[in-house]
């Protein structure tokens, strides 16, 4: 398939924009992906699309800033696919625009 063939990705942030590009782009390759994200209905989505292709996908609900949230996202991953080999740290919190 692919150069990440038996590899395996956690990519936070991945329910959309980037994160789901980058998590498309591994699975492409070879590379189980664990989506994590806070909003369940995105990465079950995303992981969807890396299914129709042939790949191999976890969604998992997580915010990310939730120490105990993070552990279990991890463990989750692993149990599914085994030792993680990648993490794309994509997640990230934009803060609500106030006036100047």
Sequence with gaps: MG????KVAIVTGSGKGIGR???LAL????????????NKEDVV???GE?????GRALPI?????????VGRAVTA?????GPIDILVNNA?????????
Excluded: Y
Aim: net charge negative; proline share 6%.
């Design 92 to 100: 990230k919190a934009i803060p609500q625009p106030k006036p100047l």
């Design 3 to 6: 150069i990440l063939d038996g």
């Design 21 to 23: 590009a980058e998590s």
């Design 77 to 81: 991953a692993f149990n599914a696919f």
């Design 61 to 69: 609900e997580c915010d990310v800033s939730q120490r105990d949230q």
């Design 27 to 38: 699975a492409k390759e070879g590379a189980a992906v664990a989506l994590v994200d806070r």
């Design 50 to 54: 890396i299914e129709a292709l042939g």
């Design 45 to 47: 989505n995303v992981a």
